[in-house]
């Protein structure tokens, strides 16, 4: 491995410093659930469990993922990690975008448990 060189530290310094403006603009909150349903999207449920959020990421990743084969992932863990947590109108949400998940059988996995 090479040392950095200052083009590329000066770089990393300024992503660092636009990445810090991000934070203090949006709050961390904000940059979470962004990160959060960001890694969703990409199919890195493994990776967004070790934030804490809301369910409001969770519930737009999997609206933007019922068509891809790990949408049934963040289903299953969505309800895991927020069961008896949601509103009525979270829950409801959750219910319409279940509905448009494709079932795990389909693509030869084991089956999605029944929204609560």
């Given at each position: 491995q090479t040392a950095w060189t200052p083009e590329?530290?000066?770089?990393?310094?300024?992503?660092?410093?636009?990445?810090?403006?991000?934070v203090i603009l949006m709050g961390e909150d904000a940059v979470s659930s962004l990160r959060v349903e960001s890694l969703l999207c990409l199919?890195?449920?493994?990776?967004?469990?070790?934030?804490?959020?809301s369910a409001e990421p969770w519930l737009s990743a999997l609206g933007r993922s019922v068509d891809k084969p790990f949408a049934h992932a963040i289903l299953e863990e969505l309800?895991?990690?927020?069961?008896?947590?949601?509103?009525?109108?979270?829950?409801?949400?959750?219910?319409g975008l279940a509905s448009r998940v494709t079932r795990p059988e389909a693509q030869g996995t084991s089956q999605v448990p029944p929204v609560r």
């Open positions: 590329e530290l000066d770089r990393l310094e300024a992503a660092i410093s636009q990445a810090d403006v991000i199919g890195r449920i493994t990776d967004a469990e070790s934030f804490t959020t309800r895991r990690r927020f069961e008896g947590r949601l509103t009525d109108a979270q829950s409801q949400r959750l219910e």
